[in-house]
């Protein structure tokens, strides 16, 4: 299985960058890096994917080092509803089309007024 | 467009019950997965579909827990018997393709109480 690596927890404020980074030393070499947003009792949201260097979109950032041993999700100018629990998503490559998918265990962003 | 349902929000049990879980994909997705999510925890794959095909199951405790998609379409998780560890939130997704740069979309997921 694909092994990930995420702070527990980060605290920021209201109109701060914040930045999460997740190292996954055993990424299949065809696999995209996936990052999902998780509110309390709901499932998870999808939020960015990428392969490699830097991807943009209208709510995060997803910058990965040529390497691809780890992750960094990047949010502009977080706000209070951004407070919810972050998670990497990699795959570990197996026979035909088959994924190994493994999450994260999570990183709590709180963000304070 | 409708999102993934699933069905039923909550569920009390005792041990060495049986239990099961039901999913529907979004329309013409055909790609689905179980996840089990304990209390702190990340989502841990059980098991992925293609149509009716199982693509990955290999953590799927399969002396207790099945699963059957036999349509394409709809699912079903089943646990049998029960046991305490198995308390957890189990999330249910679809995807378009099974190909890694397709966004999973999760349902609101089932809590189960094992007491």
């Known amino acids: 299985l694909a092994k990930t690596t995420q702070p527990i927890s980060m605290d920021s404020y209201e109109g701060q960058e914040v930045n999460i980074t997740c190292s996954h030393n055993?990424?299949?070499?065809?696999?995209?890096i996936t990052w999902y947003q998780q509110f309390p009792s709901q499932g998870p949201r999808f939020i960015i994917q990428?392969?490699?260097t830097k991807v943009t979109n209208e709510v995060a950032s997803l910058f990965i080092p040529a390497d691809r041993k780890s992750s960094t999700l990047s949010l502009p100018r977080v706000s209070l509803s951004d407070t919810a629990v972050y998670y990497c998503l990699v795959g570990a490559s197996t026979s035909g089309s088959a994924r190994q998918l493994t999450f994260g265990s999570g990183t709590q962003l709180t963000v304070l007024p | 467009e409708a999102g993934v349902a699933q069905s039923p929000r909550y569920k009390i049990i005792e041990k060495r019950q049986s239990v099961a879980f039901w999913c529907n994909p979004i329309?013409?997705?055909?790609?689905l997965y179980w996840y089990q999510q304990i209390l702190g925890q990340g989502p841990k794959l059980l098991i992925q579909?293609?149509?009716?095909?199982?693509?990955?199951d290999s953590q799927l405790p399969k002396d207790r827990f099945s699963a059957e998609r036999l349509k394409g379409v709809d699912s079903t998780l089943k646990i049998q018997p029960a046991k305490l560890e198995d308390s957890a939130v189990y999330l249910c997704?679809?995807?378009?393709?099974?190909?890694?740069?397709?966004?999973?979309?999760f349902g609101p997921g089932t809590r189960l109480t094992v007491l």
């Open positions: 329309s013409g997705h055909a790609t």
């Open positions: 055993n990424i299949a070499t065809n696999d995209y």
């Open positions: 997704a679809s995807s378009y393709r099974v190909t890694s740069y397709n966004e999973q979309f």
């Open positions: 990428g392969y490699k």
């Open positions: 579909f293609q149509n009716n095909g199982v693509v990955d």
